[in-house]
């Protein structure tokens, strides 16, 4: 079996995964998935290990999936995610996560939330990628990717809060 093969069969439900959490469509997932590990295979002697090699995966599957989105057109975007059942929220988030209406308001809130905050708050629950990942994306530390995190959940924890109140 060659490196490669290795790679692909330890990160392809990852990848596939991360994916289909980011259009919300398994076709769409497949068919980026296959065009991710294409282009790491192109790209594997390159490689310089400065990051996971997951991560690497992942970063290129995002670029993958934002190139297919250009391509189509597709309205949709990272903003538009079902975001039902995600894995990293705090229970107190988790909670209201049980309505569909609670998903919505969520949604858009994330729309709204400031940079880097609303792409490490995606990497950590659709990819479910470790704070020490994450800061390696940005070039930052573990510290810096877990507090930017926790403020980014805090910022959709005041704003649905905030949203409660005012109804």
């Known amino acids: 079996m060659t490196e490669f093969e290795k790679i692909y069969r330890a990160y392809f ?4 995964r991360y994916i289909r959490r980011l259009s919300g469509d398994e076709n769409i997932a497949e068919e980026i998935t296959g065009e991710t590990f294409f282009k790491a295979m192109r790209a594997l002697d390159s490689f310089r290990g400065d990051c996971d090699i997951r991560v690497w995966l992942c970063q290129i599957a995002k670029n993958c999936y934002y190139s297919y989105l250009k391509k189509t057109k597709h309205a949709d975007s990272i ?4 975001l039902l059942n995600m894995p990293s929220l705090a229970e107190s988030v988790e909670d209201r996560l049980v309505s569909q209406d609670e998903a919505e ?3 858009n809130i994330l729309h709204h939330i400031s940079e880097p905050y ?3 708050f995606m990497w950590r629950v ?3 990628l470790s704070f020490r990942q994450i800061g390696q994306l ?5 510290n810096w990717a877990c507090v930017t ?3 980014a959940k805090s910022l959709i924890k005041t704003r649905l ?3 409660n109140d005012e109804k």
């Open 138 to 142: 940005f070039g930052k530390t573990e």
């Open 126 to 128: 659709f990819a479910q």
């Open 161 to 163: 809060e905030e949203n």
């Open 105 to 107: 308001r969520i949604r």
């Open 149 to 151: 995190y926790h403020r």
């Open 118 to 120: 609303k792409e490490v």
């Open 79 to 82: 903003d538009d995610i079902e």
């Open 13 to 16: 439900n990852d990848v596939f």
